[in-house]
Structure formats: C-alpha cells, structure tokens
C-alpha cells in the first residue's frame, strides 16, 4: 500500500514540533502547580499567564479575557450553560452548531431555558431574518459557530455580532475550526464568547480556551477552587496552555499563506472529485467556506463502506454525521441543509498544513476507483453514516 494520507484534519491535527518543544520543561523540571506559593508554583504561575498572555493576543482580546478550559467542547458548554445560568432567559442557536452547543442549549431547555434553533439555507447559512424575528424575543444568549466543522460554510459573524449588540443579546461564537483558517478576531467583531481548541491547530489535545468579553457574567459549571476567575476550578493544564499559545501564535502567523495554499489544494480536490464522479455534489456551495474543509454528497453508495475501503487504501477521510448513545444516525447539518436522501453518502475531506499536491493527486486518483467499486457492490444497504465528524 502506498504511503498513508492523512485528510482529516478537522478531525485533529498533529502536534507541531515547535508546540512539543515549548511544552516539554513543564513535563520535567517545571512542574509545579501554578496556585503554590513557592518557587515551582511561581514559575508554573508565570508560564501560565504568559501563555495566557500569548492566547489574547492572537485572538485581540485582554489577558483577563482569557479562561483556560479542557478544550472546545468545555468551553461551548461554558458559554452557553453558563451565560444562561447567570442570566436565566432565551437561548438562540442554529440547526447546524456542534453538538457542544446545541446539547447544550437542549439542557437549558429541560430546565426551562426558552430555546429557538434557527434554520438554515441549502449553503448551510443562517437565515437572517429568522434571527432578527428571534431578537425581538430579548434573548440572553445567541450562538452562532464561525465555521462549520461538517460542510464549512462560514457564517456572516460581524453581521450577526452587531445585530445582537444592537438588541443586547449576549453572542457566542463556536470559533474551533475557523480559528487559525481565517481572521478571528475580537477586537474587530463585537462578540462577547468565543471557544477555540488546541488540537485543531497543531497544539495538544485536552486544552482549549473561552474568550469572555470584560463585563459577561457566567457562573461555573463546576465548583471546588478559584482558579480562572473562579469560573474553571481544578489545578490549570500549563503545559497545555503553553501548548495552546505556541500553537495560536504560529496559527494566525502562518493563516494568510497557509489558507491560501489549502484553499488551492481543496479547490483543485473538489474540481476533480466533481469531474470523476457521477452525481457528486459539493455541501456549502456558493457560500464562503473555510479553506481546509469539502464535503461532498454522492448518491447510491454506502458511506460506511466508502470510508472503509478509502482506509484500505491508505486515505484517512471521514463521514458527516455523528453517533449518540449507540445509535448511528444522520448528520444533523446535512438534514438542516436538505440535503439527505435515502442513499446519499457524506464525505469530508480535510486538509492542514502538512497536505501536499501530491497527496491530493493520489486522492483523485483513488476515490473515483473506491466509489466506482462501491456502485458496483449488490445489495448496498441505505447508508446511515458513521462517527467522524468532530
């Protein structure tokens, strides 16, 4: 088999060498634990807010703006059980949020949270008008994902940033996979939460951060310390933050050059896919999309089996869907998008800093030949979809 390829990177990323090497002295001789008053704890003290430091600037926002979580989903959860626990009131989201938010906001709505989900067009982009209807309802808390991690399309965030300022709504943006991939930036955007995650940009797993705009209040969702603002409890991950801001940093240096050239290699896959392969079409078409992310429907294939036998060959992909408590059902943003059949399969393919051209030639040379195989096989069972699409 020829050499592996790796094309799911919304997935996660490697952990860059740079991220490696400035988190290793807090695996050895910096160990401390930031809240001890001695000589370990001051140090590991100094290293986290440094880290703390380096994660506002990429991001435009102060050091006090900064709480350190265990990674996207804690601080989706964060900002939207939190900002409604403080506040009590309405919650608004759309049909297309990672499962972080809209489980979530459907907790709040158990405990009697007003909660509205707004539809979107067949580009996978929130309908404006449903969310202006949506504000005259006062509602504390509307979240909007910047990029979709299934399809993504990106949403018109400074357009609904200021509607919700204009109408006093608290506004979360879920920016893990458009943070790194395009200009997230808080001091240019009047949002007031924003969650991004290490592992999507070459940092490490288990460590993410929440932006919270100086001013809203949230209550913690767990208790037992002080740290973060009282609103994080547990001794703080260091050598993840640091992690996480060497990964931010070289993120948004590197943004401009590196979306460009994944942009060029997504746009030459989706061209070629669409040439090859009788019947595909691309989600999000016609919308503005992150450059790393294609997602592709094709009809009368098992998807399941396609990943599968993309795998065999040595192409790591994955499906648009995501299983819960054992059952595999549908991806959520392809049936708020209208586009789920009853024998359609859903591919994502995505790209990161160490794709090359001539990866993506081999892609195109062999899903064509693994999709054509799949037609070819009797008794092709509806495909459900299958996990992947984190």
């Not at 909660?115 to 005259?136: N, S």
């Not at 460590?207 to 767990?222: K, N, S």
């Not at 999000?284 to 060959?313: C, F, K, Y």
Request: charged share 20%; proline share 5%.
């Amino acid at each position: 088999m020829s050499e592996a390829i790796y094309l799911d990177h919304a997935a996660t990323t490697p952990v860059r060498a740079e991220v490696r090497e400035a988190m290793a002295p807090y695996y050895e001789g910096r160990w401390g634990n930031p809240s001890s008053t001695h000589r370990w704890g001051r140090e590991a003290h100094t290293a986290l807010e440094e880290a703390r430091e380096r994660v506002a600037a990429a991001l435009g926002a102060e050091r006090s703006e900064i709480l350190f979580t265990s990674g996207g989903t804690e601080a989706d959860n964060l900002a939207v059980l939190g900002r409604w626990r403080a506040t009590g009131g309405g919650i608004v989201c759309s049909a297309i949020e990672h499962r972080a938010v809209l489980d979530a906001a459907r907790m709040a709505a158990r405990r009697g949270a007003r909660l509205q989900i707004l539809g979107v067009d067949a580009r996978g982009v929130v309908e404006l008008a449903a969310l202006d209807e949506a504000l005259h309802e006062q509602p504390a808390l509307v979240s909007i994902m910047w990029g979709n991690n299934e399809v993504g399309t990106l949403q018109p965030i400074a357009d609904i940033a200021a509607r919700c300022r204009a109408t006093g709504a608290t506004f979360h943006a879920d920016a893990v996979q458009a943070f790194g991939r395009v200009p997230v930036r808080v001091d240019e955007t009047p949002v007031d939460l924003v969650s991004v995650s290490g592992h999507k940009i070459g940092g490490p797993k288990g460590v993410g951060a929440l932006f919270v705009r100086a001013g809203v209040r949230l209550e913690p969702l767990v208790w037992g310390g002080g740290q973060e603002r009282d609103l994080r409890p547990g001794t703080q991950n260091v050598a993840g933050a640091v992690g996480l801001a060497t990964a931010a940093e070289l993120a948004v240096q590197e943004r401009d050059a590196e979306s460009a050239r994944q942009a060029m290699l997504r746009d030459r896959l989706e061209v070629g896919l669409t040439a090859s392969v009788p019947g595909l079409t691309v989600s999000g078409s016609g919308a503005p999309r992150l450059p790393h992310v294609l997602n592709v429907t094709i009809p009368s294939v098992d998807q399941e089996m396609t990943l599968a036998a993309l795998d065999l060959e040595g192409i790591a992909a994955s499906g648009g869907s995501a299983c819960h408590s054992g059952v595999v059902e549908p991806s959520h943003v392809l049936v708020a998008m209208g586009r789920i059949t009853e024998r359609v399969a859903s591919l994502r393919f995505s790209l990161g800093r160490t794709t090359t051209d001539a990866e993506i030639d081999r892609a195109l040379a062999v899903v064509p030949r693994v999709v054509g195989r799949a037609r070819e096989t009797p008794g092709v069972a509806s495909p459900r979809g299958t996990p992947g699409a984190a």
